[in-house]
């Protein structure tokens, strides 16, 4: 996610903000960006790319600045979310007047409208960003008083935002405010910041005030004010953190995976969103065609050809299509597929840079098919050359092992398959999962204590029948590539033809079991495997269960179960003491073939 640092004190701004930019840099960008006062207006100087190329751009123009007017200073760092990363669409934005400077971090829902307003009235935008309407907007609403443009700016803005502000005619304050999205603030013996995160400001100061939602901050160089919307005063305490920096980054979890698994009902929410409102996701659902093909070829690598193969039930379930087949990548671009202008190939990627899916969709064009990309990376290489793409609102994905992105990865192929198959009345059952990944979430001592006494295991299997199979795979992708324990998933009913030798005394199976109609069936698998000695944990809506889930439309379940599986890989991993964030041989991006 975006990160935002500003800074009003005694010191000069401008290497205090560089240097919490970098201790941002975990949360991932793709640009950065600086503002300064300086001569009546405000100077930005940003650029695409990482925090040394906005260094070496400063050095050539702010530096120069007198000390005495660089103490108040805003800073960005972003991952893209409208607009590719560029230097025009990096933060800061400023004004049409140049007046007014903004940092933004998450999405503006209704920026399209806000926009078209805007130029109704004459402004002129250069950006393709969502965020530069509350540049443009604040402009607007400014008439000398602070709190009253604050607060009839952020009540014209629908989605998540926390806020850095500069306003020419107030150059020693900044302002903050937020819904949705992290911001704090630091109290120094030197200064004040705002920021996204307490790493950034933790060298100089741990006594920090946690902005609520709709909380208005004015940071003086000596001072901070908080205000309601109302504008009535607010009292706050301030608190003092005790964390190291490396926790800090972590938002106080042991791991980024931790951490990533955590934000999961939020990013699967902004996912949705994502689909349902007016945007550039929602627009490519809405118009997209499927009649058009006789043939989908779903292709990932890795936890997201793992989604494929969850997509390849829900869409034959839901859509009734004929001919869905899911493919590895790696597979795929050597098979010389059968594949023509009528097939459509989906492609399912988080970083969209995976050699061998961008491989696969250049394989895809070369023989006139339609390429739809699934991907979390924007402006990415199979972003751009996809023919067709969605974003999923996972945010920057640290851990190695993917958690929240193919959870969104999830949840988009669900909105496809609710959208093509006419099956609207299914959006509840969608829009409920992140609540029910919350309820999941509050489980994690309980399967932390299952997951203790698993780590003796040599090897440990995981079955389920139907979409519980396909989930089945994902969980034991997960445990594997971070606790190096070997597992094998298995559709419950093969078993019996060869697998089933392989059970003894004490062997350890991961049984999943949230379809209603096979209940029976996977339950007779359990008994199969308990009867020749086999230690079973079971994982589903049914009243057996080890670790229960929360009830579900049985089709979208994978999106409960994997996150039962991913916090029981996680503290297998931990109980044994391992690198969870980088697993051995392991790179987050395989860019290679
Ligand atoms: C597993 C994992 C990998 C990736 C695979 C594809 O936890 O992270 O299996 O899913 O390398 O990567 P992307 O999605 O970036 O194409």
Redesign the pocket.
Known sequence: MCGIIGYTGSQNAVPLIIEGLKKLEYRGYDSAGIAIFGKGSINVQKCKGRITALEQLISKTIVHYPLSIVNCSLGHTRWATHGEPSDVNSHPHVSGNNKIAIVHNGIIENYKELKEDLQAKGANFVSETDSEVIAQLAEYYHDGDILTTVTKLTSRLKGSYALGIMLCDRPDLLVAVKKDNPLIIGVSEHGNFIASDIPAVLKHTNKIYYLEDHEIALLYKDRVEFYGVDGAPIAKTLETVTWSVGDAEKGGEAHFMLKEIKEQPKILRDTINSLLSEGENKKTLDNFEITRYNKIVIV??????NAGVVAKYVFERLCRFPCIEVELASEFRYKDAVIDEKSLVIL???????AD?IAAMREAKAKHADTFAIV?VIGSTLAKEAAYRIYTAAGPEIA????K??SAQLIVLYMMAVRFSGREDLLPEIEAIPEKVAEILKQAEAIRELAQHCTRHKCIFFIGRNIDYAIALEGS??LK?ISYIHSEAYAGGELKHGTISLIEDGTLVVAIANCKTLHGKIMSNVEQVQSRGAKVILVGNCAESDIPLPDCYELFSPSLSAIALQLFSYYVALEKGLDIDKPRN?A???TVE
Request: neutral net charge; aromatic residues 8%.
């Open positions: 990932g690598c890795g936890s997201a050809y399912i990627s988080q970083s969209g840079e995976t899916t979390n190695v092992a993917t958690t992105a193919f992708l997960k590539e392991l987050k991006s395989v």
